[in-house]
């Protein structure tokens, strides 16, 4: 038999598979996903690999074949069928198969293990109590002193003794020596999960909750797995199935993973789900030490927790039956990976799911075109929660036209409407959030008199400015200088809209000295727990306002917040991408909801200078299916996902000529591949950032109606690329519907 094995070095050009020879001992202990120690190169350097599959017989020359030395004891023995999922990315995303499993292994080296000593007596009490008469006529001290505790209590922690009793490890070897006592270690993991373990509230599901239940369980009691879109508005009470959801699947025997879009919401929802599972629940995230997340990834293979909650990294938890997949906040781009392989959570999932007989569950309150273009299709099971789960209302919401503040005489951020609802609620001691909506910002120009945003005339995305006075679009290159006045209405009021929290967090403390102000936002949670203490103290009612980015308006659940404020509603409006209006209606929907979750109304302030766009409208009407049906009628138009698919390959290198030389023959062979399928070719162009640390960067799109065209595509540029030594001085990464312009 020999093992078909991958070797851990990184390096493309090693990104193949090798064939071993295996040897009798290993023969029934070897199994497709271990780690193996193999002699490699010229000197048989031990050097790890993993095991990919197994074959009868060999198409090299059998002499040459080398022989597994063993199986790596060091690092994590991995299973099969992540191995199998990393190939299937590296099929479907690019990037080399070393990339991929070191994606779907995010725990490779093996921590120093937490361990905790006891010392248990060995001897019966009669024999005991002899040996301590003993040592007292003998005056060895130490020695009785610990025996006469170990007679009290047979076992007691190393540190007690150690401490307390001041006995050395010499004294206690002694012991071990005559065969008194015994030193044991046990394996202790370590538990980022904190909290009183307090008892859940009973809940009483309302109609449409307990439909979407009964749908999902009567498919997964019969063994049909599938994908669900579970659309429900903000307060629909989405997170409380999520958990009846995972409750029923556990309940079997399996585990689940619920994925969250980035660290801000675990704490909130850890809590959630530890009144219910208790320590069985647990989390994995960037900000934990390395030795943490190794023991959740422990803790996980051997049974010891049913759920792992945390961003897109949890996906790849090696459970052992994993059972269901939920997916919060579907919506989101961080669910996008930037890192080759740039995968996206959300097909990865459904991909892993049917590798193990699990069903994936998708939720939001605004899904994304994609996963509501797919449901519609029939691919996904649509469940919907039309009303809030308390039967409260819906926020007021009210759009301010900052064109009609700047003619009144008003520069502030702070609209008079906004500053007068501020004045309000802090007078009633009722909470606010403001939100400033930097997502997507490109440095687009706009005119503050008329709303015109300057737009390129071939992609319907807004030009970029940039720093030479050119306006560029990202997609096509087509460029334009500077306007000095607008086109529109010829008004000198053009030009960039910038602003940050901290700026309007010195407006209001300026404006309401007497408020307890809170600021979120990247500076502010740099330490390990900073967005839990911030949250915690928001939740405790210690501060009146929370200014921040989009960190603040995802899935928090604060019953005292009665008013959202949306500063700046257009940054992410005009940004230089396809998904801006998408993005857009997103993130005012999602603030939207944050006010009036408890028992008092909530109102929210929109302030724009585009009141009239679709996107600004929907979202004050918080009308998902209008703005679905006017966003899918452009992207028809456009051609752009989740109608068409969308290859982006994106090139760099240190010489600019080189570059544009090798996007030339890179664009000549896509269009030698075109004559045999439907595709179209746009660009290369200059990326947002043409040059990156003397990196210049160039892109160039694919366009086609199947992603399976686009795949093949890519294979066929990865063996172009591969047989042609030209390119070894580039760096090439494919990235298919990306979630933003490069």
């Not at 499993?101 to 109590?129: D, Y």
């Not at 994908?227 to 699947?249: C, D, F, N, Q, W």
């Not at 951020?413 to 500053?419: F, V």
């Not at 606010?432 to 005339?457: D, Q």
């Amino acid at each position: 038999m020999f093992a078909n094995i991958i070797i851990d070095i990184t390096h493309e050009k090693l990104d193949k598979i090798f064939q071993y020879r295996i040897p009798p001992s290993l023969e029934e202990t070897l199994s497709v996903g271990m780690e193996v120690l193999v002699p490699f190169g010229r000197g048989n350097r031990l050097t790890k690999g993993y095991v990919v599959g197994f074959s009868e017989t060999s198409s090299y020359d059998l002499s040459k074949i080398k022989e597994i030395q063993g199986i790596s004891r060091k690092g994590i023995a991995i299973e099969g069928k992540l191995v199998a999922l990393a190939a299937w990315m590296k099929e479907n995303y690019g990037g080399t198969m070393i990339q991929a499993l070191k994606t779907v292994l995010p725990i490779k080296q093996q921590q120093n293990a937490k361990v905790k000593k006891k010392v248990r007596l060995l001897l019966s009490e009669s024999e005991g109590q002899k040996k301590l008469d003993f040592y007292l006529e003998k005056n060895q001290r130490a020695r009785a002193r610990l025996l006469a505790a170990l007679l009290d209590d047979p076992i007691l922690d190393y540190e007690l003794v150690s401490r307390k009793l001041n006995i050395t490890r010499s004294v206690i070897r002694a012991l071990e020596e005559q065969g008194i006592v015994s030193l044991e270690e046990e394996r202790i993991f370590r538990n980022p999960v904190h909290g009183e373990i307090r008892k859940r509230k009973e809940i009483v599901f309302t109609g449409e909750q307990r439909n979407a239940i009964d749908t999902f369980w009567r498919d997964y009691g019969t063994g049909r797995y599938g994908t669900y879109l579970i659309h429900g508005v903000t307060g629909s009470g989405k997170t409380e199935v999520y958990i009846e959801m995972i409750r029923r699947a556990v309940e079997q025997g399996r585990q689940a993973v619920m994925l969250i879009p980035e660290i801000a919401l675990t704490f909130q929802t850890v809590m959630r789900f530890y009144r219910c599972f208790g320590e069985r629940v647990s989390i994995m995230h960037s900000r934990l030490s390395a030795g943490e997340r190794y023991d959740q990834m422990m803790r996980a293979k051997e049974g010891q927790i049913d759920v792992m909650i945390g961003p897109r990294s949890a996906l790849f938890t090696p459970f052992p039956s994993l059972g269901l997949i939920v997916i919060d906040e579907e919506h989101e781009n961080t669910y996008k990976s930037e890192q080759v392989p740039r995968y996206h959570a959300r097909e990865t999932a459904i991909a892993r799911a049917e590798m193990e007989q699990a069903s994936v569950v998708l939720g939001s309150a605004t899904p994304s075109l994609e996963a509501m273009y797919r449901a519609r299709k029939g691919e996904y099971r649509l469940l919907e929660l039309k009303s809030r789960s308390g039967q409260q209302e819906m926020a007021q919401v009210y759009t301010v036209d900052l064109r009609e503040e700047l003619k009144n005489g008003n520069r502030s951020i702070l609209s008079r409407l906004l500053w007068e609802k501020l004045a309000e609620r802090l007078d009633k001691k009722e909470q606010i959030m403001l939100f400033l909506n930097r997502r997507g910002y490109a440095g687009f120009l706009s005119c503050r008199e008329c709303g015109y945003v300057v737009k390129c005339p071939h992609c319907d995305v807004s030009l970029s400015f940039h720093k030479n006075g050119k306006m560029i679009c990202h997609y096509c290159g087509y460029e334009e200088e500077r306007k000095p006045i607008c086109p529109e209405c010829g008004s000198r009021h053009i030009g960039e809209f910038k602003v940050g929290t901290q700026q309007i967090e010195e407006i209001v403390k300026r404006e309401f000295p007497e408020a307890r102000v809170l600021r979120m936002d990247l500076d502010t949670t740099r330490e390990k727990d900073g967005h839990e203490k911030i949250l915690a103290a928001f939740a405790n009612e210690e501060a009146d306002i929370l200014i921040g980015t989009q960190m603040i308006v995802k899935g928090h659940d604060f019953p005292n917040v009665t008013l959202v404020g949306i500063l700046a509603a257009d940054m992410s409006l005009y940004a230089n991408d396809y998904r801006a209006g998408e993005r857009t209606f997103q993130l005012l929907t999602q603030a939207a909801g944050r006010a009036g979750r408890g028992k008092k109304k909530g109102e929210a302030v929109i302030q724009t200078y585009s009141p009239e766009h679709y996107a600004i409208v929907t979202a004050a009407a918080q009308d998902y299916e209008a703005f679905y049906q006017e966003e899918i009628r452009y992207r028809e138009l456009m051609g752009y996902p989740p109608v068409q698919n969308l290859l982006a390959v994106l090139v760099s290198c240190e010489d600019e000529k080189y570059l544009e030389k090798g996007c030339h023959f890179l664009k000549e062979y896509a269009q030698r591949i075109r004559r045999y399928c439907t595709m179209e070719l746009i660009g290369p162009a200059s990326p947002g950032i043409s040059k990156i640390n003397d990196v210049y960067r160039k892109v160039l799109y694919l366009k086609a109606e199947r992603y399976d065209t686009l795949r093949k595509a890519k294979n066929q540029l990865e063996q172009y690329i591969e047989i042609n030594r030209g390119f070894d001085v580039m760096r090439i990464q494919f990235d298919f519907n990306p979630m933003q312009v490069i």
